[in-house]
Nanobody, 123 residues
Framework: VQLQASGGGLVQAGGSLRLSCAASGRIFSNYGMGWFRQAPGKEREFVAAIRWGGGATYIADSVKGRFTISRDNAKNAVYLQMNSLKPEDTAVYYC?????????????????WGQGTQVTVSS
């Protein structure tokens, strides 16, 4: 399984970015996808996740109301729409995939990871 994340960049506070993650290879028949981020000197943290059917999503409290996760199963893709960005959102953002069961909040439950895309929010 290969995951390719894109869409990161430099944006001013209050701006928006849309991250994309495309999955390819021998992906699970039913799989969930998540976004995590890691700032310098900090642990990787959960941002958002979406289950196979797309009806259930999970959003971290720190980004709730500003970030939205969605997916297109026909394209094996997941998206993270980030609005009202803050300097504290600055991090490398990673997409990951897992079997559609169990917890979505922990890095240890994911099976495959993308390479990450840098998001920098200037004040």
């Amino acid at each position: 399984v290969q995951l390719q994340a894109s869409g990161g960049g430099l944006v001013q506070a209050g701006g928006s970015l849309r991250l994309s993650c495309a999955a390819s290879g021998r992906i699970f028949s039913n799989y969930g996808m998540g976004w995590f981020r890691q700032a310098p000197g900090k642990e990787r943290e959960f941002v958002a996740a979406i289950r196979w059917g797309g009806g259930a999503t999970y959003i971290a409290d720190s980004v709730k109301g500003r970030f939205t996760i969605s997916r297109d199963n026909a394209k094996n893709a997941v998206y993270l729409q980030m609005n009202s960005l803050k300097p504290e959102d600055t991090a490398v953002y990673y997409c990951a995939t897992k079997i559609d069961s169990g917890s979505y909040y922990y890095t240890s439950t994911y099976d495959y990871w993308g390479q990450g895309t840098q998001v920098t929010v200037s004040s």
